[in-house]
T-cell receptor
Framework: EPEVTQTPSHQVTQMGQEVILRCVPISNHLYFYWYRQILGQKVEFLVSFYNNEISEKSEIFDDQFSVERPDGSNFTLKIRSTKLEDSAMYFC????????????FGQGTRLTVV | GESVGLHLPTLSVQEGDNSIINCAYSNSASDYFIWYKQESGKGPQFIIDIRSNMDKRQGQRVTVLLNKTVKHLSLQIAATQPGDSAVYFCAENIAGNQFYFGTGTSLTVIP
């Protein structure tokens, strides 16, 4: 069964450092997403990406965040200058062409900022 | 942001019993809902969805009920099994690609 894969599974970084979280969406999917989940809290939408550009973003997704599809398979989330409050589980998801449908989530990357 | 909340943060059921997980949403304009299951250390996994033009939708061992009058959503799991133990989230969508998730209900199945 096709799945969304994320690497690394756990990333520890020092405050102020840049991190890149990587995702390989399902190959024939067209919409890609990043969500985050702070420990014990809700899953929160960050950004959606379609046709090589951001289609929607939440107020969480400020200037320190960026997304990129550097090639035909990877989808990345970059956090430029990490803060302690960026510590969370980050989930990548993808959907096929139809927008409002179930999203397939990856296993997540646990980001710990120290 | 939108408010999607769950009535009970934890639920324990005996194996073989039916489970009912509830969810309240606040925006009457929400017209598409998904239930997700999240096992420890894994990402959310789709269970079932429902659009606002329906009151009920059934899947394999699961049923989702939507009451738009009181803005309430429920997930019923029949003959609950130990493998059903997980955190269950409802998520709502008004338009576009953003989904708003609830805080989750932790379901524990007692063998």
């Amino acid at each position: 069964e096709p799945e969304v894969t994320q690497t690394p599974s756990h990333q520890v970084t020092q405050m102020g450092q840049e991190v890149i979280l990587r995702c390989v969406p399902i190959s024939n999917h067209l919409y890609f997403y990043w969500y985050r989940q702070i420990l014990g809290q809700k899953v929160e939408f960050l950004v959606s990406f379609y046709n090589n550009e951001i289609s929607e973003k939440s107020e969480i997704f400020d200037d320190q965040f960026s997304v990129e599809r550097p090639d035909g398979s990877n989808f990345t989330l970059k956090i430029r200058s990490t803060k302690l409050e960026d510590s969370a589980m980050y989930f990548c998801a993808s959907t096929p062409g139809q927008r409002r449908t179930e999203a397939f989530f990856g296993q997540g990357t646990r980001l710990t900022v120290v | 942001g939108e408010s999607v909340g769950l009535h009970l943060p934890t639920l324990s059921v005996q194996e073989g019993d039916n489970s009912i997980i509830n969810c309240a949403y606040s925006n009457s304009a929400s017209d598409y809902f998904i239930w997700y299951k999240q096992e420890s250390g894994k990402g959310p996994q789709f269970i079932i969805d429902i659009r606002s033009n329906m009151d009920k939708r059934q899947g394999q061992r699961v049923t989702v009920l939507l009451n738009k009058t009181v803005k309430h959503l429920s997930l019923q799991i029949a003959a609950t099994q130990p493998g059903d133990s997980a955190v269950y989230f409802c998520a709502e969508n008004i338009a576009g690609n953003q989904f708003y998730f609830g805080t989750g209900t932790s379901l524990t199945v007692i063998p």
